[in-house]
């Protein structure tokens, strides 16, 4: 749930933070749960809306924000934030530019590590559906990447 949570908003801090939020929401309404789909899933979704509801409360200090991001990436030694982060950060920009479904589809996919069946569960699509979202979400950040010269 961490990772995914992560995958969204690339702060550490934040993403402690909405973790916490998420299972105390879950566990606060969990005669609610209505077995429609796997708990995994369920968790996701109150994730996702409990990260959505943080970041428009926080849109005013988005700015402050960025640079507490930036100063904990300073801290970290420089060969760790070189190999680790220079592909992830490249991605996560092109994510982040990516429309809906395919920017979600893929982080519930690679973050979240959610299955195919899941995501369709969670979209109310089929699983087909879900694999061909993910798949061309892949294409388009392999092809923004080629077009800015990170990968041949």
């Not at 606060?28 to 209505?34: C, G």
């Not at 640079?67 to 994510?95: G, M, T």
């Not at 429309?99 to 979209?123: D, H």
């Not at 699983?127 to 990170?150: C, N, P």
Request: hydrophobic share 35%.
């Amino acid at each position: 749930m961490y990772r995914f949570i992560y995958s969204l908003c690339g702060n550490e801090s934040v993403a402690e933070e909405i973790t916490q939020e998420t299972f105390l929401k879950a566990l606060k309404h969990i005669d609610s749960y209505q077995g429609k789909c796997q708990m995994k899933v369920w968790l996701c979704q109150i994730a996702k809306n409990t990260f959505y509801t943080y970041q428009s409360k926080q849109a005013r200090f988005s700015r402050w924000t960025e640079l507490e991001h930036k100063q904990r990436s300073l801290e970290q030694p420089l060969d760790e934030a070189l190999a680790n982060k220079e592909d992830a950060l490249r991605i996560h920009k092109v994510l982040h530019r990516m429309k809906e479904p395919y920017k979600e589809v893929f982080t519930l996919r690679i973050f979240g590590e959610l299955s195919f069946a899941e995501i369709s569960q969670l979209f109310e699509k089929t699983e087909s559906w879900a694999r061909v979202t993910f798949y061309r979400a892949k294409q388009m950040i392999h092809k923004k990447l080629k077009e800015d010269g990170s990968i041949d």
